[in-house]
T-cell receptor, first 110, second 119 residues
């Protein structure tokens, strides 16, 4: 079993839809959880950063961490064509390297 | 926000040459930087952790003599691909972590990557 599982998609939605992206993990020692957005031929851009469990909201983006279920989510409200990208979840223990999911490719059509 | 600059963004060179890639943290000091490799439609694979003033820590399976890492200052780490061959062609990305805050790790910020093509 891989440490971090993420459905690669692709996921296609119409403009304005609510998008739900998810990752599961097996290492209960993970404390730091991140979501990155990566456009083609660019480096990952940090979207959300959460320490331990709970929810975090930033504009149209909401990140949720459920450590008891080892499950994290990213919700995108009112999705826009400019949200079309690959979304990577990443997580780590304290002081260790990030472990990435494979990324989910999202396409938002106008 | 934290900015990481990577240079060059794209390089094409002949087989057998060495290529140096620079990674700079522009507005913060990074004692630790990371080097990743990414193949098309794949996730990021950590190659090594670069520590300022000391030797890099390489992941299993990554050749130290092939991928030379130098972290001479708190804002600059370099990756040199020595005697590059076509199989080294890939997308190389660096990242840097903000200094710790409130005793917690801070997130990594990534450069825009370097597309390396070896002919």
């Amino acid at each position: 079993q891989k440490e971090v599982e993420q459905d690669p998609g692709p996921l296609s939605v119409p403009e304005g839809a609510i998008v739900s992206l998810n990752c599961t993990y097996s290492n209960s020692a993970f404390q730091y959880f991140m979501w990155y957005r990566q456009y083609s031929r660019k480096g990952p851009e940090l979207l959300m950063y959460t320490y331990s469990s709970g929810n975090k909201e930033d504009g149209r983006f909401t990140a949720q961490v459920d450590k008891s279920s080892k499950y994290i989510s990213l919700f995108i409200r009112d999705s826009q064509p400019s949200d079309s990208a690959t979304y990577l979840c990443a997580m780590s223990e304290a002081g260790t390297a990030l472990i990435f999911g494979k990324g989910t490719t999202l396409s938002v059509s106008s | 926000g934290a900015v990481v600059s990577q240079h060059p963004s794209w390089v094409i060179c002949k087989s057998g040459t060495s290529v140096k890639i620079e990674c700079r943290s522009l507005d913060f000091q990074a004692t630790t930087m990371f080097w990743y490799r990414q193949f098309p439609k794949q996730s990021l694979m950590l190659m090594a952790t670069s520590n300022e003033g000391s030797k890099a820590t390489y992941e299993q399976g990554v050749e130290k003599d092939k991928f030379l890492i130098n972290h001479a200052s708190l804002t600059l780490s370099t990756l040199t691909v020595t005697s590059a061959h076509p199989e080294d062609s890939s997308f190389y990305i660096c990242s840097a972590r903000d200094p710790p805050g409130q005793g917690r790790d801070q997130p990594q910020h990534f450069g825009d990557g370097t597309r390396l093509s070896i002919l």
